[in-house]
């Protein structure tokens, strides 16, 4: 449900993020690597074993349909 406050805090991150990000990226944040496991939902299994097995380090697990 979308309330008034739920706007609020929207705009509230959206202007700290509109002032602060430039100077992150320029002092180096980088976004997390991404780990991409191809064929869809099919790849699910074989993801979470990567997860459980503490392959990941810093990335972000995604999966392309």
């Known amino acids: 449900m979308n309330t008034k406050n739920d706007e609020g805090e929207r ?9 602060k990000l430039p100077g992150l ?3 180096g944040l980088k976004p997390n690597v991404i780990k991409k ?3 869809g ?3 699910v299994e ?3 074993d990567y997860l459980r097995q ?3 380090s810093g990335e972000k697990v995604v999966f392309t349909l």
Request: charged share 25%; aromatic share 12%; net charge neutral.
């Open 46 to 48: 074989a993801a979470l």
């Open 11 to 19: 705009a509230v991150l959206s202007k700290f993020l509109w002032e």
């Open 54 to 56: 503490g392959k990941a």
């Open 25 to 27: 990226v320029k002092s």
């Open 41 to 43: 939902l099919d790849n």
């Open 37 to 39: 496991f191809d064929g």
